[in-house]
């Protein structure tokens, strides 16, 4: 039986927390997308009113937190994780955040029809989804190997913004009516961009978690 | 495992009413007992007090004895013996009883340690009568006399054993730290034993002492060798009788101790015995007396302690 | 590909001024033995001066025998024998011709339960200098003054210093000690678990003291209470156990390190609370 159950349990139940509120992070973003995709005004309102349940949770996990600290003193690898726990649920809500914005560009955009078909923005937050999820995963399992690396797909990421960037550049040169149209889905692709920039922090605490160190991963 | 509850396999009611029972059986048992003890302890003193009180009068403390069969006089001779010796044996007992205890609490665990405790113990188990046989052997067959010195030497071999282990058992109970405290700041180790272990041990160290000299006040055994009795020893008349002949200081003193001498319990003992009446009254009013004596000794030590305690605790 | 990584050293910047300190004492392969018993063996650590050294480890693990040879006070324990040396300001206090007086009036001590001698304030402040042989009156007072000031008691005492030491309460008893133990102007102070008996209040009392009393002496703490380890100490040594009861040094370093990444499992387990 381990020697402190209570700490223990807590520090698990705060885990579980954090990838409860990755996962509807997660899930914000690719439905804020495909709502994007879909021109459906009603879902973005949906997810919009939804990330108030974000906030929520992030507050929770920090006050249970912070109880935590309190109560049980943790120190060494239980008080790193404990301090990782309040960043990350930080990191997550932004990312939130990022999913709201994009949901927001998508009632801004009115009754007006896509410019084009979206192909490069369901794969960037493919990929950044993807990130962000494994990210989770190995801080869950203390993983800094695994955390190290997965900054690295942010460079695919960057492409596909880059990518978009200058075809939506061209539209606007050829077309300056498609502006506002074109600026919107660039709006949408930053914030994209930006939670996957933020899973690197997310990775960073990880690897602080795992072994004290304190890394920037480019 | 079984689920079901204890208490579907108790009947609580029975068993706190059997409960109930035996604790007044056994508190009243602990009250007779108390009672047992105490009944005596009042009888005595209360049939002290009724038949010596009566007898009490200044001559008994201020007379020497009237010649036997006459009325009067008192046991001034007594008393006085009794300071005499008690004071010599305190005198000797005390410091030597404090160091030994110092010893055996500095170095516990040495042979001498274990020899001092061992004979120590002997000592206080010794009938007094034994020692009073010593004291014969070694002081009054050599110096060919009686004397209220030999008295006071038995006393202190007496007292020694009580005032020693009683106060090694209260240097013990003073916390190690004290004297690593006192050690800590460069202090030597007498200069610790002495300016710090003793002050905080001495409540009990004068308990201790104070039961030592009870002790002695109330021996009578060992002074039929020693002392003898002296129905003319007046401590007054030796001095009076040394100024008039322009005698030291010390040589008085040796007057004083070179005499036989009387003692309280010995009075009584020797009253007690004889035909007259007078005397056998004067008996009861020197049990009085003894008993005062103790009883005043008692009041003294503990509002000395009171008052220490007080002073050190707030 | 590996990515870079910038490797920031957790604590560097929290004890920016560790690094700085001198020496003050040094441990040098000391075991200490209890006729055959060893109770610590081959321990080597530093202790800085006008730093806040911690000895910390489970119950038995030798902390406060490591303690006690800072000054000497093994040698009042019948059978004890320390081997390796202990230096101070580089001289081994264990070497012939040293005098234990003069070696524990420069290495002072303070101790796990408040022990004021039966005898009133002042005198208990003034025990230790009238012990060097000050006579002169005057001095005598400004020091006691000044040693209870230090001992931040001095508002509490200064209109009755004839009360007695032992009629304060426990905290104000154990901060007599700690104005006694500076009287004399020691260079290392030694304080074995010196908060345990007391209440949370008077131990926060104390804790703040031991920050302001680093400015002037050394300081050398053994306790059982992590949290105070971490809140008061520069310097940190785990201690514990070997199979044999023998007390060794698991970790030791800048305190802030150990209580966020110790290097050690065993000691991770300790800190942590999942083991001793």
């Not at chain 2, 240097?171 to 730290?177: F, I, R, S, T």
């Not at chain 2, 503990?302 to 605790?313: H, Q, T």
């Not at chain 3, 680093?214 to 809140?231: D, G, S």
């Amino acid at each position: 039986m381990p020697r402190r159950k209570v700490l223990e349990d807590e520090l698990k139940s705060l885990m579980g927390d954090i990838m409860r509120l990755g996962e509807k992070v997660n899930q914000a973003m690719l439905d804020a997308i495909e709502a994007l995709k879909k021109r459906d005004i009603a879902e973005a309102e949906r997810i919009i009113a939804a990330d108030k349940e974000i906030n929520a949770l992030r507050f929770e996990i920090e006050r249970t937190a912070l109880v935590v600290i309190a109560t049980q003193q943790p120190l060494a690898h239980d008080l790193r994780i404990l301090a990782s726990i309040l960043d990350i649920a930080g990191e997550l809500e932004r990312m939130g955040d990022y999913a709201k914005g994009v949901a927001k560009i998508n009632i801004l955009m009115g009754d007006k029809p896509l410019l084009k078909p979206l192909i490069d923005l369901p794969r960037m937050v493919e990929i950044a989804t993807n990130m962000l999820k494994d990210a989770l995963t190995a801080f869950s399992n203390d993983d800094a190997e695994a955390a190290r690396s997965i900054p690295q797909r942010d460079d695919e990421v960057d492409a596909l913004y880059n990518q978009i960037y200058r075809e939506l550049i061209t539209f606007m040169i050829q077309d300056p009516k498609t502006i506002d149209q074109a600026n919107y889905l660039l709006w949408a692709a930053h914030n994209v961009e930006r939670l996957a920039d933020r899973v690197t922090n997310i990775c960073e605490r990880t690897v602080f978690d795992a072994t004290g160190e304190i890394v920037e991963l480019a | 495992m079984p689920t079901e509850s204890v208490y579907a396999h108790v009947n609580l009611e029975s068993n706190y009413r059997r409960r109930k029972i035996l604790n007044a059986v056994m508190l009243s048992l602990t009250g007779l007992t108390v009672l047992v003890a105490v009944v005596p302890l009042v009888w005595i003193t209360v049939y002290v007090v009724i038949k010596g009180g009566k007898y009490i009068n200044w001559a008994l403390f201020a007379r020497l004895p009237a010649p036997m069969g006459a009325p009067g006089g008192g046991v001034l001779h007594a008393i006085e013996g009794t300071a005499v010796m008690v004071t010599l044996a305190s005198v000797i007992a005390i410091p030597l009883a404090l160091l030994g205890a110092f010893y055996l609490l500095a170095r516990p665990n040495t042979s001498l340690a274990h020899g001092l405790r061992f004979s120590t113990d002997m000592l206080a188990g010794t009938p007094s009568i034994v020692i009073g046989l010593f004291g014969y052997a070694v002081i009054v067959v050599v110096q060919k006399h009686f004397s209220a010195f030999a008295g006071g030497i038995v006393l202190a071999i007496i007292m020694l054993p009580v005032v020693l282990r009683s106060a090694e058992e209260m240097l013990k109970l003073v916390p190690a730290e004290m004297r690593e405290g006192a050690l800590a700041l460069g202090s030597p180790e007498w200069h610790a034993a002495l300016k710090v272990v003793l002050p905080a041990a001495m409540e009990g160290i004068v308990t201790g002492v104070m039961l030592g000299i009870a002790r002695a006040v109330g021996e009578t055994a060992p002074l039929l060798f020693t002392a003898l009795g002296n129905d003319n020893y007046e401590i007054g008349k030796i001095v009076r009788s040394g100024i008039r002949h322009h005698q030291s200081v010390g040589k008085i003193l040796g007057q004083i101790f070179a005499q036989p001498a009387d003692a309280l319990p010995l009075t009584l003992w020797k009253y007690a015995q004889q035909p007259y009446q007078e005397r056998v009254q004067q008996a009861w009013a020197v049990a009085f007396v003894l008993m005062l004596f103790a009883l005043g000794i008692n009041i003294l030590a503990r509002a000395r302690l009171a008052y220490r305690r007080r002073k050190l605790y707030g | 590909m590996q990515p870079e990584t910038a490797v920031v050293k957790v604590s560097a910047g929290a004890q920016p001024a560790a690094a700085e300190a001198d020496t003050k004492m040094l441990i040098n392969g000391v075991s200490v033995y209890y006729k055959a018993f060893r109770a610590i063996k081959e321990i080597d650590l530093p202790v800085y001066e006008n730093r806040v050294t911690a000895f910390i480890g489970p119950s038995g693990c030798g902390k406060s025998t490591l303690l006690r040879s800072l000054n000497r006070m093994n040698d009042l324990i019948p059978g004890a024998r320390l081997e390796g040396e202990v230096l101070l300001d580089g001289e081994n206090i264990y070497a012939p011709g040293q005098d234990v007086v003069d070696i524990r009036r420069r290495v002072g001590m303070v101790f796990q339960r408040p022990n004021p001698f039966p005898m009133s304030v002042y005198d208990n402040v003034a025990f230790g200098l009238r012990l060097l042989g000050l006579r002169k009156k005057s001095v005598m007072d400004e020091i006691v003054e000044r040693s209870l000031r230090a001992a931040a008691l001095w508002e509490h005492v200064k209109d009755n210093l004839g009360q007695s030491g032992m009629a304060l309460s426990g905290g104000q008893q154990q901060r007599l000690c700690i104005a006694r133990a500076i009287a004399v102007e020691p260079e290392v102070i030694l304080m074995d678990e010196p908060t345990s008996a007391l209440d949370p209040v008077a131990t926060l009392t104390i804790e703040d003291l031991i920050q302001t009393l680093k400015e002037k002496f050394t300081i050398v703490i053994v306790t059982h209470n992590m949290q105070q380890a971490a809140r008061v100490s520069d310097f940190t040594a785990f201690l514990s156990m070997d199979d044999d009861r023998a007390g060794y040094l698991v970790e030791y370093g800048p305190t802030m390190e150990l209580f966020t990444n110790p290097r050690k499992k065993l000691t991770e387990d300790y800190i942590t609370g999942r083991f001793g």
